[in-house]
């Protein structure tokens, strides 16, 4: 979950004009074709009454809507590493800082989700007690309270120990250049460790305890767990971020000459396909869904 996530390449590995031009197509392509479906799940959403009252798709929606932020913040970073190159330290903490935070939001939705999921089948008959949508919609401030408390201190650290001509200057827009203190990494190290083993033990709890559950072979049970599993592999996605600072040495190590084309790998496998992937599990899996959206993907606008 490294937030700046440029797996843009450092200047002496730069591309060639042609290959920088085609990398760059591709990025923008594919974040055009993964924010125009989260496009048309954000507006079935908002178009249909059914989705407001249902703590679920609130909790969807707000993981799509997280990951479009994302996805959009990641490629304008990953555009500008190509174009622009450096740009001013305080625009760069903005981008930093606002991808930081949707990033971190991204796990700990997961875990809610997992929750919901595990209550329903666990607690039918408290579910609508349990889950309401004023409940989630405290639960989504929380989950936002949590990442933007956990970020700030990064900003407070520079500020309180870089001067302030620092601000002003011109930079390759990566995290750890414009926060580069040694004490904030000790700090991330810490703060996403942590998330993780939250994140995953309730990932673990909620599966096996629908696993056990008495309604484990009915479909609804069968259909959660299935859910679970694939929060689980999405998260999984998610963790792969904390490799990459730890495999760009050995990568630049065996792949030398290939080097900035082994960045873009890892940018596509950690940043892309994870929110590629939230569009597909989270609306084509649900018919009621699956049925306004297969509409508005086709331009479909008749009523109903």
Not at 101 to 125: G, K, Q, R
Not at 230 to 235: E, I, T, Y
Not at 293 to 303: A, E, G, I, T, V
């Amino acid at each position: 979950m490294n937030s700046s996530v440029n797996v843009t390449v450092v200047l002496e590995h730069r591309d060639s004009f042609s290959k920088a031009v085609i990398k760059n197509v591709i990025i923008v392509l594919l974040g055009f074709s993964i924010n125009y479906i989260n496009a048309a799940l954000i507006y079935t959403f908002h178009n249909h009454q059914i989705f407001y009252t249902n703590p679920r798709y609130i909790l969807i929606i707000h993981l799509v809507v997280n990951d479009m932020i994302q996805v959009t913040l990641s490629i304008i970073l990953f555009v500008i590493s190509y174009t622009v190159y450096t740009i001013n330290v305080s625009v760069c903490c903005i981008f930093t800082l606002l991808t930081l935070v949707t990033t971190e939001n991204t796990p700990l939705n997961l875990a809610c989700m997992a929750m919901e999921c595990y209550i329903a089948v666990c607690f039918p008959l408290r579910h609508m007690q349990i889950c309401t949508v004023r409940r989630t919609l405290m639960l989504i401030g929380f989950i936002w309270n949590i990442s933007i408390v956990s970020v700030l201190p990064d900003l407070f650290i520079t500020l309180a120990t870089e001067p302030l001509d620092f601000f002003h200057s011109r930079v390759f827009c990566l995290r750890k250049n414009v926060f580069p203190n040694p004490l904030i990494l000790n700090k991330r190290d810490v703060t996403y460790s942590l998330f993780l083993v939250i994140v995953w033990f309730v990932i673990f709890y909620t599966y096996f305890n629908i696993l056990f559950t008495a309604t484990k072979a009915s479909v609804d049970a069968k259909k959660a767990r299935n859910t679970i599993l694939l929060h689980g592999f999405q998260l999984l996605l998610c963790m792969a971020s904390y490799a990459t600072p730890q495999l760009k040495q050995p990568l630049l190590l065996w792949f030398p000459k290939n080097y900035s084309d082994s960045l873009f790998a890892c940018y596509i496998i950690v940043q892309v396909l994870p929110r590629s992937i939230s569009p597909i599990i989270y609306g084509m899996r649900d018919k009621t869904v699956r049925k306004f959206l297969k509409r508005y993907l086709l331009c479909k606008m008749s009523p109903q």
